[in-house]
Nanobody, 121 residues
Framework: QVQVVESGGGLVQSGGSLRLSCVAS????????VGWFRQAPGKEREFVAV????????SVADSVKGRFTISRDNAKSSVYLQMNSLKPEDTAVYFC??????????????WGQGTQVTVSS
């Protein structure tokens, strides 16, 4: 069983930055892709970013391209989402998930509880 825990969310002004962290247990972490998804109130969960097990391949959604960066440190079983130039429309609960490299959330087997990000205008 893999446990996934996110942290780093909070309240920030428009234009500000936050760094989300995701720590996952399990011996297969370094071979697993990790994705970030978000869900705003009244909206469906959407893809934000994904990184391969080795960290050599990554992708971010068009809506956050140039502002968000995903990275990982397998020695710490951690994945990070650096979010810069935040906008009010980035407000959502952000989820970390471990699974197979994909932008579709159906490809992920283990999910964290989420961390709230609120961007004020």
């Amino acid at each position: 069983q893999v446990q996934v825990v996110e942290s780093g969310g909070g309240l920030v002004q428009s234009g500000g930055s936050l760094r989300l962290s995701c720590v996952a247990s399990g011996r297969t972490f370094s071979r697993s892709a990790v994705g970030w998804f978000r869900q705003a109130p009244g909206k469906e969960r959407e893809f934000v970013a994904v990184i391969s097990g080795s960290g050599g391949i990554s992708s971010v959604a068009d809506s956050v391209k140039g502002r968000f960066t995903i990275s990982r440190d397998n020695a710490k079983s951690s994945v990070y989402l650096q979010m810069n130039s935040l906008k009010p429309e980035d407000t959502a609960v952000y989820f970390c998930a471990v699974g197979t490299y994909n932008t579709n959330d159906n490809s992920y087997d283990y999910w964290g509880q989420g961390t709230q990000v609120t961007v004020s205008s």
